[in-house]
């Protein structure tokens, strides 16, 4: 099973639910858990350890020859304005680039030859049960959808597809979110009970039926703000699976990167109740 752990805005504790209830469900069980926030991936700031395997990842760029009939029709096929034909060269705008190989494929004279270029680094470790896997975009690239789809690849081609997934994917509801959550079985949105949070809730309720995903609400720092995303929860039928009550002592030991169930009673109940929807769900019985 994929679980997907997302939220509509940052800050909301998407990450802590992801590293927390990984390493809670490792315990028993093997777990991977995958860091699919490559433009500020911080999931591995709550483990320590070696990487067992790095490696670079690419994306493929038109690189034009010059040999070319300036027939324009590279400029003309391109939806993402990627290409320009100015006077007698065409000129290749490599971050506008979504490496859909239209160019390269239809050029009638060849001159467009799709070469790699660096996007960004996959690392992965082994902590116990746990297999955790992030990769990081380099500074400077614009697109995190095609490093996303490259790191999930990698998962399926290197784990059991038996083993339990969590994604803790982008915040916000744009392109790398889509890519972070289209696949996943289940997705839990994490959201806090202020205005801004029920804002964003929202729109990422929005986007997640959109998708057909089943899904569930975490409410994280429960006992500040008002009632309001109760209150949308239950007008609108949907699941609230637990309630992270706001406690000091959790924000200090997330700023030191310690994982906080093992020392908060009340996260590890909230966290075994999580499990027990999980569990649910493998057999067929949530709805």
Not at 72 to 77: A, H
Not at 114 to 133: A, D, H, I, T, Y
Not at 188 to 206: N, Q, R, S
Not at 260 to 282: C, D, F, G
Request: hydrophobic share 40%.
């Amino acid at each position: 099973m994929k679980i997907a752990i997302a939220s509509g805005k940052g800050g909301t504790g998407k990450t802590t639910i992801a590293t927390n209830l990984a390493s809670y469900l490792a315990e028993k069980n093997p777990v991977i858990l995958v860091d699919l926030d490559v433009e500020e991936p911080n999931s591995g700031l709550f483990f320590s350890g070696k990487a067992l395997h790095t490696e670079e990842k690419f994306k493929m760029i038109p690189s034009w020859s010059g040999s070319c009939s300036l027939c324009s029709l590279c400029q003309d096929v391109c939806n993402f304005n990627a290409m320009l034909q100015l006077g007698q060269q065409i000129i290749v705008f490599p971050d506008l680039c979504h490496s859909c190989y239209a160019c390269s494929e239809l050029c009638p004279d060849s001159a467009l030859p799709m070469k790699p270029q660096k996007m960004g680094e996959l690392r992965q470790f082994q902590f116990g049960n746990l297999s955790f896997v992030e990769s990081r975009l380099e500074i400077g690239q614009e697109h995190a959808v095609p490093l996303i789809n490259q790191t999930k690849q990698y998962i399926d081609e290197n784990f059991s597809s038996k083993l339990l997934q969590i994604y803790d994917s982008p915040p916000g509801t744009s392109c790398p979110v889509i890519e972070a959550v289209k696949d996943a079985d289940f997705v839990i949105l994490v959201t806090e009970p202020t205005p801004f949070g029920l804002h964003d809730l929202k729109l990422a309720v929005e986007l997640i039926r959109k998708l057909g995903k089943q899904f569930g609400i975490v409410l994280n720092r429960f006992g500040i703000g008002d009632d309001a995303v109760l209150t949308y929860c239950q007008e609108n039928n949907i699941p609230l699976l637990v309630r992270i009550p706001n406690d000091r002592h959790i924000a200090e030991m997330y700023s030191r990167g310690e994982l906080i169930y093992k020392n908060i009673p009340a996260v590890k109940r909230e966290l075994e109740m999580i499990s027990q929807v999980l569990n649910q769900l493998t057999a067929g019985e949530w709805v």
